[in-house]
């Protein structure tokens, strides 16, 4: 073989890389005293470094939060979704706990009740969502509904309108925005005081 300056090139038969002809008897008594191959991946290594070499690239790894020791190459993979104690959070209460620990959290958390305010009903959390979609209260479905039935058939048969299923979550957002109001204008008086020193 030719190198890219013309010169003859030899392969090394310990590091099977590309030697200059004239370079090649002292780079093989080099290489063969200070290098050897490591058997998993076939890096050339200087033998003093060999484990060292080893120990940073591929020796099985302790996991910190299980304990197990992992190979090196399926530690992140491990980590991030395998490992038993990996800190994850609940879908319904959004709580960090381990993952070994989560259904049996879920079972219990997902039975949970809360009211929908469109239909004033308790719905466990865990069928929240499709009760949204099914929900006789909802947006979607008012919209279906007001097509199937007349306007006079939605009163409660004495002339009066029937009470907006969002009344209950008016009133709660209309008395949010007034605590907020209140928290902002106190805190807003509070910060503008000056001290009696200066």
């Known amino acids: 073989m030719t190198t890219e300056t013309g010169e003859i090139s030899i392969v090394c038969n310990h590091c099977d890389r590309d030697i200059p002809a004239p370079n090649i008897d002292l780079h093989r008594v080099h290489c063969a005293r200070n290098l050897e191959k490591c058997k998993i991946c076939g890096d050339m290594v200087p033998k003093k470094h060999a ?30 979704e395998l490992c038993p104690k990996r800190i994850v959070t609940c879908e319904f209460c959004e709580f960090p706990l381990p993952a070994v620990d989560l259904a049996e959290h879920q079972e219990v958390c997902g039975n949970r009740t809360e009211l929908c305010y469109q239909c004033n009903s308790y719905v466990r959390l865990r069928e929240i969502y499709s009760h949204q979609t099914k929900c006789p209260g909802s947006v979607l479905n008012n919209v279906e509904s007001s097509r199937r039935i007349p306007r006079a058939a939605e009163g409660d048969g004495n002339g009066r309108r029937r009470r907006d299923g969002n009344g209950v979550s008016n009133k709660r957002l209309f008395f949010t925005i007034a605590i907020t109001g209140i928290a902002v204008l106190i805190g807003s008086l509070f910060f503008q005081r000056k001290p009696e020193g200066s």
């Not at 484990?51 to 991030?80: L, Y």
């Open 51 to 80: 484990e060292e070499h080893f120990a940073n690239t591929h020796a099985p790894v302790p996991c910190s939060m299980c304990k197990e020791t992992i190979a090196r190459e399926a530690f992140d993979n491990h980590k991030g």
